[in-house]
């Protein structure tokens, strides 16, 4: 009796196999059981998996282990930015085009490279005398008159050397990345610049400025470089202040022989030459530029070109005479 049950549940197995229907026959694959494949499944033959590869945990709180990617010692040189998300703080690089770089005679970015290197071989005097290892300068002056090439070549230096480059738009944000970079590379160069750090103010207010500056969250071997077109909108407690910008430097706009170096780069031995250094007399490097691709590259008329460019001059706000703040 126990074999002719065992043999009526055989063939009641098998009947129900041999009518099951023809898709659920090829929904299997050498065997496998079927699935859905969508964007976040490596292990499809067109996933790339070196975007999910998990290599390692992430140490948390209360015996918390998430599955980690690569992780690096330090961070290449480069040019960043911080952001957060719901995992916290984390670094973007940015890749930076610029025209080819020149050094242009009497010209604030000499003051400011020069200092910036005498400041970096100096750590030793400063931890003699017990003084935290910050520099603060601040570049003032009219648009265009040439501050973005002078952190341009800054930044130009310090990579070369190896260091990093931090663009603040947010100060607290810009805190909590300089505090990470300063815990995990305790001795890694840094320059934090503050492109026109009046907007910064107007969109983030003053108190998160001045901890990031000199308060609770400043860190230690690093240039603070700010730049602004109008520095009597900065107010005193930050202007007048060593400690948040120990250098206030005057970018004015190229004398004749900056002007001169700055078109020949371009121009090389164009006959023209002293004739366009002497019609661009008061005009920025940023006119320079628009100069030259005008009528070097879109084949514009020089004149049409010299005088729509003097029209498009900007008033000095500040003073203009390289000393003291005009405020």
């Not at 049950?5 to 197995?13: G, I, R, Y």
């Not at 067109?46 to 961070?75: C, H, L, M, Y």
């Not at 648009?143 to 260091?163: E, Q, V």
Request: proline letters at 4%; a negative charge.
């Amino acid at each position: 009796m126990l074999n002719i049950k065992m043999q009526n549940d055989e063939d009641a197995l098998n009947d129900l196999l041999a009518n099951e229907p023809a898709s659920s026959k090829n929904s299997g694959k050498n065997g496998a059981m079927s699935r859905k494949i969508d964007d976040w499944d490596d292990s499809s033959e067109d996933a790339d998996i070196s975007k999910f590869e998990f290599r390692q945990w992430q140490v948390g709180a209360n015996d918390i282990f998430r599955p980690a990617g690569i992780t690096r010692e330090t961070i290449p040189a480069g040019v960043y930015c911080f952001d957060r998300d719901d995992s916290g703080v984390y670094a973007k690089k940015i890749n930076v085009i610029t025209d080819n770089l020149i050094e242009l005679p009497d010209n604030a970015s000499e003051l400011v490279l020069n200092g910036m290197k005498k400041f970096w071989s100096m750590e030793d005097r400063y931890r003699k005398h017990g003084l935290l290892y910050k520099r603060g300068i601040l570049l003032w002056g009219p648009p265009g008159s040439g501050k973005t090439c002078t952190i341009t070549l800054l930044n130009k230096y310090l990579l070369s050397n190896g260091g990093i480059v931090v663009m603040c738009d947010h100060p607290r944000i810009a805190s909590m990345g300089l505090e990470a970079i300063r815990r995990i590379e305790p001795t890694r160069r840094i320059i934090c610049i503050m492109e026109d750090v009046d907007e910064i103010i107007d969109k983030y207010g003053e108190h998160d400025l001045l901890a990031l500056l000199d308060g609770e969250n400043q860190v230690e071997n690093i240039v603070m470089l700010a730049t602004t077109n109008y520095p009597e909108k900065l107010g005193a407690r930050i202007v007048n202040r060593p400690s948040r910008f120990d250098e206030r430097i005057f970018v004015g706009m190229p004398e004749k022989p900056a002007r001169y170096a700055y078109l020949k780069n371009i121009l090389g031995d164009n006959r023209q030459i002293d004739k366009w250094v002497e019609d661009t007399h008061g005009l920025s490097i940023a006119h320079l530029r628009e100069m030259a691709a005008a009528v070097m590259c879109l084949d514009q008329d020089y004149d049409v070109v010299l005088e729509r460019l003097k029209k498009m001059k900007n008033k000095v706000r500040a003073g203009d005479d390289g000393g003291k703040l005009g405020f």
